[in-house]
């Protein structure tokens, strides 16, 4: 079955630390692009990160740049997000996708915020950053 499927999400107080993981099956992780978005309750799905096919190359949005770190294991074939120093305002479900494509794209607003675009999408996992 080709899918991603995402895991790792959960309550974290603010200032805390929370990894989220996005595991490929049916398909290899590293031929695409994957990107990470968040959709908080009454906002539109954001990009957030971004890391490229077959390089450790990686973006990121300004709300997040500095805090957030995406690695990539290709024998796990698994992307991860790593968040540090969350805020309340990072309260959201976090969802991976994968790109046929440049991180360019997912990473501008108009472009990649066509759900179409992406092969496949993670399931979505709940961030909750409450004291």
């Known amino acids: 079955q080709v899918q991603l499927v995402e895991s790792g999400g959960g309550l974290v107080q603010p200032g805390g630390s929370l990894s989220l993981s996005c595991s490929a099956s049916?398909?290899?992780?590293?031929?695409?692009?994957i990107g990470w978005f968040r959709e908080a309750p009454g906002k539109e799905r954001e990009a957030i990160g971004c890391?490229?096919?077959?390089?450790?190359?990686?973006s990121y949005s300004g709300a997040v740049k500095g805090r957030f770190t995406i690695s990539r294991d290709n024998a796990k074939n698994t992307v991860y997000l790593q968040m540090n120093s969350l805020k309340p305002e990072d309260t959201a479900v976090y969802y991976c996708?994968?790109?046929?494509?440049?991180?360019?794209?997912?990473?501008?607003?108009?472009?990649?915020?066509?759900?179409?675009?992406?092969?496949?999408w993670g399931q979505g996992a709940q961030v909750t950053v409450s004291s």
């Open positions: 049916g398909f290899t992780v590293d031929y695409y692009a």
């Open positions: 890391i490229s096919s077959s390089t450790e190359h990686t």
């Open positions: 996708a994968a790109f046929n494509g440049i991180c360019l794209v997912v990473m501008d607003s108009v472009a990649g915020a066509r759900k179409g675009i992406y092969a496949y």
